[in-house]
């Protein structure tokens, strides 16, 4: 699938910030295997004094800007044409869960695609004795079918709630409140899989979203969106599961960036000076693009 | 000493070692297994025993006495919250023989370069975890293995050049390193504060000695630090967490010490991809920064996003090789325990050597053998989280002595280590050498546990001969964490030589030239400003009030006209006069302390205490004075010590940037407090008796009547305390003084002068050329306005 992706973050800040430093990660990288970025551009009003871009350790586009100038709002437009191509799941071949940990040791690295870094606790997604009480009601006899079963739980026992939770909650507060958004239902699935010994890692993006059958695809409508990636051992690797959506990730995820919960992966992090408060607004628009036949 | 005196030491009249019964099994410092004291400990013994208790008591007390004067403090945090708590000391050092601190050197330095490889491994080609010697999940799991410097090569060449290891000494006579000091050791600066104390009372035995000195392990450091700043063209600073961290003291001594600056986080800023200090003079770049704080907190942007200490950008400017952090982000990995586990063979595949100084014995229990070998010996292990990068014996909340557990509890522990393995190590239960202390009169042994400071420099690593002991208190081996009440004593290194003495002081060889201080930090800036107003505001505010109970003590009627008009005057600056000491008055003083406490690096010891003591005073007083002729004379207490405070700095202060950014803090303050009181007390309405109560305020009573052949009238006392430019509590005297200084202040911007400088040339003229008569209450008024909106535009211009 061919998209054309636009998203607007604005900032107003009650009292004119004088000056700061952000860095914002909202440039989808092309990912062997699963997409490929074909135009992408980045913009910022104010202007930023400084700017520079480098990849982190995770491999995410990272977009470092300061002002030294007092300003009163923020406003970052990215747009993106990406083509989108994931393999459909073959045959489930992952281990279980006592093999997946000797398959595990095995893996002698630390490259940014280690499972080692996504087993233990992190900020947003600890591991938490209720929640991993919960995930053992998946666990299988593969790595794969708990994914699959916990993604599907997940879905069904969590309502979607936009007013539930923040941004700073972390999974073991919105298990506890059986509710919130794509944020919190792939902490509380990740949470879940590494108190069960599965690594798992958090995948921030922008989902498609198909309209009620005869009406139009409202614009700016969307959010960015979030889900889960599971490794299940050494021959299957990594799968990604949208515990949302109850669903594996598809052709209608697009990738923005990778990292151990959201802490990693948030599009925009920054210290300002300022006193008074700060409000933000975020647009994002997912345009399938069809293609002219020549 | 008396040499050639050979008294035995059993049957002397005073034997020190008559009560000393070291632990059966445990080996002692000070004597052998058969009870006679160790030679490098021999005449020592001797000569303590000739000085007597009475002579010995004066001596150590003597080293209380500098510790208290030089305010020697650490920060203890308990159920009462935060404390500052008085350095103890022990007295008696721990002496090693030359000989054997050599082989502890080497070890050392080994193990420093066996950590260094590690680190540039782990956060380089990671070799040792791709031949397994080290395991993936252990790094990846660690809150120290910072995944934004994965990759960077440190600017320096180098992750680590400071280090410290806390070293204890085996039943077996070996020395063992209890653990690792890599990310930002703290106490070299107390080391050295315990080598004076304990030099001051033990001066004679000290000089007959040959133990080494500690002042040039400083100067190569110092020097090694100055020299990789060289090479980048920045300065050296010292990053602090701040005031509130339990070693500040040792922060700001450290600073003052070695000449560096001291600075925090938000006296940093990063621009254009270099780490900049916001100074007076605008931005200075900073190549080297000898972090006092923890890495996780250096930059809220990649790291603890939490940190309120740190500098955003900081790791972006290190990732680009601007600026080398003594030591490099991320070396704190190495403090991690379950690490010790792994040097031994870590050490033989880097540099296919055994370890000289070996690690308490260590097993993580993340591996099926190691855990099996805990569970199989837990009567002999310390059980701690593997992760954790605290000393094992400072760790009582999560490190369990496995010979202690109660059923129970052991049960709920094996299920555990079987359940989540990685999380624990094991090691081996140490028992530590002891080492005497003086109680009571004789001497004790004790446990101790050494620590030892290594610093990189050109020429390699160098080991500072000495480093202090950790002592209990009790027999108790885990009782020597400072937190937790333990002591320190001084560490000598004695030869049976002549010893090298080496000073911070230049050589007379070395090229002489008289440098200006470095640019002063904006932060430290604003806060001598405020020390100075504050300690303006104050004795403004004594003024008054002493004026106020004097005639309070006379009055027949509490609410006569003058009296009710100074207690009106003084409410809306929240001064209550109804209490003798008000609260608004130990408020501003405080501040005055707050402020001075934020800028320990640029204070004399003396000053400092003479601060303290006025807070104290004032604190004292607020208890037990009574409105009246009790508060005068306590007035007059507090405007004696505030006059001796102002004269220290006065008389001691370094006549640079700093100090002019005091005296127009004072200046500022005087002219807004004496041009607001004269509003009050000359306007029409004023209350009778109101002119000369103003000239005992202005403290120019005599002065009047010397001057002026008449009684006090309007006319001459604004003549006096407003026009008069030889009177130092006169306005015109304050502007002058503040149009001299601000026109030395570092130019800003473009332009011949800063706005503070064409204001105060200004006003200045404007007030030069006043009659008496021009001055009215309204005038008084908007004058005191005109002279606060000075403040603003410095304030704009530098503390920015």
């Known amino acids: 699938m061919l998209y054309d992706i636009r998203l607007n973050l604005r900032y107003d800040y009650d009292a004119a910030a004088g000056g700061g430093r952000h860095q914002v990660r909202v440039l989808p990288p092309t990912i062997s295997g699963v997409q490929r970025v074909i135009a992408a551009s980045l913009s910022f009003a104010p202007a930023p004094s400084e700017r520079s871009d480098f990849s982190d350790f995770f491999g995410n586009n990272v977009t470092s800007i300061a002002f030294r100038d007092a300003h009163d709002a923020l406003d970052i437009r990215m747009s993106a044409r990406v083509a989108v191509s994931r393999p ?75 007013e539930a939770t923040t941004v700073q909650t972390r999974a073991s507060d919105a298990f506890d409140l059986r509710r919130g958004v794509c944020q919190d239902f792939s902490h509380i699935m990740i949470a879940g899989l590494r108190g069960l010994g599965i690594p798992a890692g958090y995948v921030s993006g922008f989902l498609r979203t198909i309209p009620p059958r005869g009406k139009p695809r409202l614009e700016g409508a969307d959010a960015m969106h979030a889900w889960v990636k599971v490794w299940c051992g050494r021959d299957t690797g990594w799968q990604e599961f949208d515990p949302t959506n109850g669903m594996r990730a598809s052709n209608d995820h697009i990738t923005v960036g ?29 345009i399938p693009v069809v293609l002219e036949k020549a | 000493m008396a040499k050639g005196n050979h008294r035995k030491i059993r049957g002397r009249p005073h034997n020190l070692l008559e009560h000393y019964q070291p632990i059966d099994g445990v080996v002692d410092e000070m004597v052998d297994a058969s009870g006679n004291p160790r030679p490098v400990w021999k005449d020592f013994i001797e000569a303590l025993e000739e000085l007597g208790p009475e002579k010995l008591a004066q001596r150590f007390a003597r080293a209380d006495q500098y510790l208290r004067d030089a305010g020697v403090y650490y920060r203890v945090y308990d159920k009462a919250g935060a404390n500052e708590r008085e ?110 104390a304990t030099t001051r009372a033990l001066s004679d ?81 900073v190549s ?36 080398s952090a003594v030591n490099a982000l991320g070396s704190g990995l190495m403090e991690t325990r379950a690490m010790s586990a792994f040097l031994p063979k870590i050490s033989r595949e880097l540099r296919n050597e055994e370890l000289l100084l070996p690690s308490v014995a260590t097993w993580w229990c993340g591996r099926d053998t190691d855990r099996d070998h805990v569970l199989a010996n837990l009567d002999h292990m310390v059980i701690g989280p593997a992760l954790s990068t605290r000393l094992a014996f400072e760790d009582d909340d999560c490190t369990r002595l496995g010979s202690a557990l109660v059923a129970g509890e052991r049960a709920e522990l094996i299920a555990q280590i079987e359940r989540g393995g990685g999380d624990f190590v094991g090691q081996e239960a140490v028992t530590l050498s002891t080492t005497p202390v003086y109680v009571g009169g004789w001497l004790e042994p004790r446990p101790a546990s050494l620590r ?20 209990g208190f009790s027999l108790d081996p885990t009782a020597i964490a400072m937190q937790r009440g333990g002591q320190a004593a001084d560490v000598w290194v004695v030869s049976d030589r002549p010893v090298e003495r080496e000073t911070l002081l230049p050589q007379e060889h070395d090229s002489f030239t008289r440098t200006l201080p470095g640019s002063l930090p904006s932060r430290a800036a604003e806060n001598l400003t405020w020390l100075g107003r504050y300690i303006e505001r104050s004795e403004d505010t004594v003024r008054i009030l002493r004026a106020y109970h004097v005639r ?122 004496i041009a607001r009181t004269l509003a009050r007390l000359t306007r029409a309405a004023a209350p009778d008796g109101a002119l000369d109560m103003m000239l005992e305020i202005g403290d120019s009573v005599m002065t009047h009547r ?86 603003n535009s410095l304030a704009k211009a530098y503390f920015g």
């Open chain 1, 88 to 162: 459909e799941p073959g045959l489930d071949v992952s281990p279980d869960i006592r093999r997946l940990r000797e398959e595990l040791d095995a893996v002698r690295s630390l490259s940014p695609g280690s499972p080692h870094h996504f087993l233990a606790a992190s900020d947003h997604a600890g591991i938490d004795a209720a929640i991993t009480a919960y995930a053992r009601g998946s666990a299988g006899s593969s790595a794969v079918s708990t994914a699959v079963d916990l993604c599907n739980r997940v879905h069904r026992d969590f309502t979607y709630d936009g």
């Open chain 1, 258 to 286: 990778h990292g151990r919960d959201y802490s990693d992966v948030a599009p925009i992090v920054g210290v300002l000076k300022t006193t008074g408060g700060q409000v933000g607004e975020q647009a994002v628009d997912v």
């Open chain 2, 87 to 196: 350095w103890p000391l022990a007295h008696v050092p721990l002496l090693i023989e030359e000989q054997e601190w050599a082989a502890i050197s080497a070890g050392l330095v080994q193990r420093a370069e066996l950590f260094e490889e590690t680190i540039a491994d782990i956060y380089g080609p990671n070799r040792l975890v791709e031949k397994g010697i080290l395991p993936a999940g252990l790094i990846a799991a660690s809150p120290e293995y910072l995944r934004p410097v994965v990759g960077t090569r440190p600017a320096s060449g180098h992750f680590l050049h400071f280090c410290a290891f806390e070293l204890g000494r085996g039943p077996d006579g070996r020395w063992w390193v209890l653990g690792d000091r890599t990310q930002a050791p703290s106490g070299a600066g107390f080391a050295l504060e315990n080598r004076v």
């Open chain 2, 205 to 285: 035995i000290y000089g007959e000695m040959h133990v080494h000195r500690l002042a040039g392990f400083f100067r190569r450091f110092r020097d090694a630090l100055n020299g990789m700043a060289k090479v980048s063209g920045g300065r050296v600073a010292i990053l602090t967490p701040g005031p509130l961290n339990e070693t500040y003291y040792e922060h700001a001594y450290i600073a003052r010490y070695l000449g560096i600056m001291l600075l925090e986080g938000e006296d940093l800023t990063v621009s254009g991809g270099r780490l900049m200090v916001r100074t007076v003079s605008g931005l200075m770049p």
């Open chain 2, 288 to 323: 080297v920064l000898w972090r006092r704080l923890d890495a996780a907190f250096a930059d809220p942007l990649e790291l603890r996003p939490e940190s309120q200490i740190g500098t955003p950008g900081l790791v972006e400017a290190i990732r680009r090789g601007a600026v």
């Open chain 2, 452 to 471: 030892v400071y290594l610093a990189r420099t050109p020429e390699g690593w160098t080991v500072m001969p000495g480093g202090f002991a950790r002592v």
């Open chain 2, 552 to 673: 309070l003590a006379e009055a027949s009627d509490p609410d006569m006209p003058l009296l009710a008009d100074i207690r009106d005057y003084l409410e809306p600056f929240g001064i209550d006069v109804a209490t003798a000491i008000p609260p608004g008055l130990i408020g501003t003083l405080d501040s005055a302390v707050y402020s001075a406490g934020q800028i320990r690096d640029r204070f004399s010891p003396d000053g400092w205490l003479a601060l303290k003591d006025l807070s104290k005073t004032i604190h004292q007083f607020a208890t037990t004075v009574a409105p009246g002729d009790d508060a005068t004379r306590a007035m007059t207490v507090i405007l004696r010590k505030l006059a001796g405070f102002s004269g220290l700095l006065h008389e001691n202060m370094y006549r640079f940037t700093g100090w002019r950014f005091l005296e127009i803090g004072r200046r500022l303050e005087r002219g807004i407090q």
């Open chain 2, 706 to 791: 010397r001057q002026y052949p008449v009684q006090a009238g309007r006319r001459t006392v604004i003549d006096l305390l407003v026009l008069d430019p030889l009177n130092p509590r006169s306005i015109l005297f304050q502007l002058e003084r503040l149009k001299a200084e601000i026109a030395l202040l570092p130019a800003v911007g473009e332009g011949h002068m800063s706005p503070a400088a064409k204001e105060i040339l200004q006003l200045n003229t404007a007030i030069a050329i006043k009659e008496p008569s021009d001055m009215t209450a309204k005038a008084l008024d908007d004058l005191a306005t005109e002279i606060g909106g000075l403040y």
